[in-house]
C-alpha cells in the first residue's frame, strides 16, 4: 500500500492505474465474445449447451437446463437454516428501501384542452444473470432481483453456470427463490449473455440483463447492449474512507480491507488529512492481515491499487475523492454529514463510523450494485428505474392545435420537412380554403 | 406499401424487416469506428482535425475549432426571424414539460438511528452531437440540450460537423445559444465522438454524450459507452398509427408520411380495423406523394418498411403494437384514451386525431429522442432522468447497527467473506470481550 502525498500529479497517476482495471481495457477477448454471441444467435441451444460443456464442463440438455422445484427443496433442506433466516431479513430492508423508488405515471393537463405526461410501465422479462465458480454470493442474488420484483417485471429469469455434476449452489437457488425469481437456469458465461439477448429454443429473450460476471460475461453484455438493455458495466470493487484525525484507525483498516478481499483487482484508499490516523491505519492493516483468511489476495490488491494519500486539508481531500468517484465512500470524520453535502461523485456515501460498507453489502436496504472505476459521474445504483421504462403521452384537442398551428408548420418548413408541415396542415385545410 | 392480413407470421416477419435497420446489423463499420477512435484517444487534436479534413474536407486548427461570439452573433444576424421565434415558443413549452420531470433527493429516517436514502446531482458535463451535412435540425439541438439544462448540469458542450468552408449553419447555432450551450466545436463523426469521451487538447472530457448521428456516431458511441455514459441508441424513425373506421384517412396518409419522408429507412405502418380505412389511406398516400418535395425518400421508405396491417380486432391491432414498441404510436379511434391505457410497448403516444406526430416533433414540449427499433421495450425517451445520477446514502447509529451487527457477520461468514464479518465485528470487540 503506497502512502503518497497528494497533489495534481499523484492523483492523475492513481487514476491511470484504476482505469487499467477496466474492461474497455480488454479488447483481445472482444472477438471470441464476439463468436460466442454468432453462434448462440444462430445454433441456439445447440451452441449453448456445447459452450456449457466447453466451458463449464457439464453435460446439459433441453431436459435439464431448466432447474426443477425438487432441486429447490433440496437446495433448502441443504441449506444452513442461520443463512436461510439472514437472506429473510435482508429482503425485508432490502424491498422495503426499493419501494421508496417507485414513481407513478404523470400527467398535466391545461383547460385548453391538453394533456402531457409520462406513462411508467415495468419491463416485462428481465434477466438477471449470477456468477458461478468458487464465490457464492446470495446477497447478489437478492440484490439483483429485488428491484426488477418490486418495479413489477412479470418475468425474471435467472441464468447461473452449473459445476461439473450439473448441480448449482444452494444458497443460490435459496435466494433466487426467496427474492421471486421465476425461473433459473443453468447456463452462464457469454453464452448465457447471448441466449438471454436473443433467445433460444430453452431459453426465453428478455428485454434488459443485469447482474455481475467476470470479463467475459461483462463483454457480452456490452455486445449485446442495444439488443436487450443492460445494467452498467461493472467493474472490480473499491472503496474510499475519508478520514480526519477523529477516525479509528482499527475501523479504518478494517473497512479498506473488507474491499481489498473481494478481487486482486479491487482498489482501497484511504485519503486522510492526518498523518498519525495514516500510519495507525497501516498498523493495524497488518495486524489484521496476520489473521485473514483471503490474506493473499488482499495483499496483491493492496501492493497493486491500495492507495494512503495525504492531504493538507479536508477540501483538497474531498476534491480527490470526487475525481475518484469510488463505488463506495466511508466518512470518518468530525462532521461527517457536513462532508456528506459536499461528496459529488460516489456509488454510496456511508456516513460516520457505525455506517460500515458490509452494512450496505448485506443489509440496510440500498444496493449493492453500483457504479465501479469513476462511473459514479454518471452511472446510478441498480434500483427500481432500471426495471421500468417511460412513454411520453400526448393528447391536444382540436382548439388547441389550431391555436399553435402555424408555429408547427412555421418549424417544419423552416427543417424543409414538407411532410410534416403538411400532417399538421391538412387538418386544418377546410379552414383555410373559407 | 404493404397490405397484409394481421397474424402470427405476419408479424414476425415484418419484426425481422425492422431489425434490418438496427446498427447492431452493421459489423463491418465496427473496426473502421475502433481505429478513429485509438488514433484521437492516443494523437488527440492532431488525429482529430486529420479525420475532419478527410471526412468534413474542412481544415479546422486549435485556432478554430470553437465557434466564437462573433459566429454567433453572425448567425443570429441570417437567421430566419420567424424560426427564432418559433424556436423560442417551443422552447419555452419543451423547458416547462422537463421541470416537470425533476426529482429531489429523498431520505428516510427511524427513531432507531438510521438514515437511508438518494442524493440526487446532475451530471457535471454533457457532450451533445448535432449532425451536420443536407439536414439542418434545430428541433433537434433543443430537445437534446434542454433536458440537461433543466437537469443542472454544469457545463454543455456541442459538437457538430463543419462545412467545406469551416462554416455551421446559423439555426443550429442559434438553436443552441437559445437552449443554453456553452461551447461548440467545429468537429463530427465518430472521431467527435472519441474527441468528447477521453478529451484532447482542445476538447474537454464529458461525462456523458447524447444526440443522433449517422452509422459511424452510432457505433463510436457504443464503443465507448462505459467510459462515458450515451444516450439510446438511436436508429431510423418510425411511425405506427392504430385506427379504426372512425378514423379520417387523409390524417392517417399524412402522418405515415410525416415520418417516411425522414429517411429511406424510416418505416411507416397502418394497423387498422378497418379495410376501407386502409383502402382510403392508400389512396389518400398517393395523392400526397405528388405533391410532397422529399417524394424520392418516401417511396424508398413506404417500400421497403412501410405496411398496413389488417386486424380482425382491436385487441388483436394492440398487441401487434406493442410488439412492435414503435417509436411513435398514434392512436385514432372511436376511443383513443381507453386503447392508451393497453399500450405497453412505444416510445410517445399520441392520442386522437388532434394529437399527429409533428406536434411532439416540435412544440408540445415530451422530448422527440426516443427509443427506436423496439427499444421502447426498455428504454425510455431521453428526459431530466438522463442527465442526474444517483448517490445511495446510509447512515447508521452505533445503537441501530449493534441491534443487528450478528446478522451481518453470520450473512458475510456465509460468502466467505471473512474481512467484511471483521468490519464489523471489530466495531463491537470490546463488549464481546466483557
Redesign the interface.
Known amino acids: 500500500m503506497k502512502t503518497v502525498r497528494l497533489n495534481q500529479e499523484t492523483i492523475a497517476s492513481l487514476l491511470d492505474d484504476l482505469l487499467k482495471r ?3 481495457s480488454y479488447g483481445k477477448y472482444e472477438n471470441a465474445v464476439a463468436e460466442i454471441i454468432s453462434n448462440v444467435r444462430s445454433k441456439k441451444d445447440e451452441a449453448l449447451f456445447a459452450y456449457t460443456e466447453k466451458f463449464d464442463h457439464a453435460k446439459i440438455t433441453d431436459k435439464t437446463v431448466q432447474v426443477t422445484q425438487q432441486e429447490i427443496d433440496e437446495a433448502y433442506e441443504r441449506v ?1 437454516p ?2 436461510l433466516e ?2 429473510q ?2 429482503l425485508v430492508n432490502i424491498r422495503s ?1 426499493h419501494e ?2 417507485k414513481r407513478q405515471s ?1 400527467f ?1 393537463s391545461d383547460e385548453k384542452g ?3 405526461g ?2 411508467i ?1 415495468p ?2 422479462r428481465v434477466g438477471v444473470y449470477v456468477p458461478g465458480g468458487k ?5 447478489s442474488v437478492l440484490m439483483n432481483v429485488l428491484p426488477a420484483k418490486v418495479a413489477g417485471v412479470e418475468k425474471i429469469i435467472m441464468t447461473t453456470p452449473p459445476g461439473k455434476d450439473g448441480s448449482l449452489n444452494p ?1 443460490t437457488l435459496v435466494a433466487a427463490k426467496e427474492a421471486g425469481v421465476d425461473t433459473i437456469y443453468k447456463v452462464g458465461g457469454a453464452q448465457a449473455i447471448a441466449a438471454l439477448a436473443y433467445g433460444t429454443q430453452s431459453i426465453p429473450k428478455v ?2 440483463i443485469v447482474g455481475p460476471g467476470n470479463i467475459f460475461v461483462a463483454l457480452a453484455k ?1 455486445a449485446v ?5 443492460i445494467d ?2 461493472a467493474g472490480p470493487s473499491e472503496i474510499l474512507v475519508l478520514a480526519d484525525d477523529t477516525a479509528n484507525p ?2 479504518v483498516a ?2 479498506l ?2 474491499q ?3 478481487d486482486e483487482l479491487a482498489s482501497a484508499i484511504l485519503i486522510t488529512t492526518s498523518e498519525k490516523l495514516a500510519r495507525q491505519a497501516k498498523e493495524q492493516i497488518s495486524e ?1 492481515l496476520k489473521v ?3 490474506r493473499e489476495i ?1 495483499e496483491k490488491s493492496l501492493d497493486h491499487f491500495g492507495y494512503i494519500l495525504l492531504a493538507d486539508t479536508m477540501e483538497e481531500a474531498i476534491e480527490a475523492a470526487n475525481a475518484i468517484a469510488s463505488e463506495h465512500m466511508e466518512i470518518l470524520t468530525e462532521n461527517p ?1 457536513e462532508v ?1 453535502t459536499k ?25 449493492h450494485v ?2 465501479t472505476n469513476g ?7 441498480l ?1 427500481v ?1 432500471d426495471f421500468v ?10 382548439e ?2 389550431h391555436e ?1 398551428h402555424r ?2 408548420i ?3 418548413n ?11 396542415a ?2 386544418f385545410e377546410k379552414e383555410e380554403k373559407q
Chains 1, 2 share one sequence.
Not at 447492449?225 to 438493455?229: A, C, D, F, K
Not at 461528496?343 to 444496493?367: K, M, W
Not at 421504462?389 to 382540436?398: D, G
Request: hydrophobic share 40%.
Open positions: 477496466s474492461p474497455n444452513e442461520a443463512l439472514v437472506i431479513k435482508a428501501y421508496k423508488q404523470w398535466c391538453t394533456m402531457l409520462q406513462k410501465l419491463l416485462q464465490a457464492v454470493y446470495p446477497s444458497s428485454d434488459k456490452k447492449y442495444g439488443q436487450v438493455g452498467s458495466i482499527r475501523y478494517a473497512d480491507l473488507s481489498a478481499e473481494h489484521f485473514l483468511s483471503r488482499i454529514f456528506m461528496i459529488r461523485n460516489a456509488g454510496a456515501i456511508f456516513i460516520g463510523e457505525s455506517s460500515c460498507e458490509p452494512l450496505g453489502d448485506y443489509f440496510a436496504g440500498p444496493n453500483l457504479p462511473t459514479a459521474k454518471f452511472f446510478s445504483p434500483g428505474d421504462k417511460k412513454s411520453s403521452v400526448i393528447y391536444y384537442s382540436r388547441a392545435l399553435i408555429d408547427i412555421q418549424f417544419a423552416c427543417e424543409q420537412l414538407t411532410a410534416h408541415a403538411n400532417s399538421i391538412v387538418r
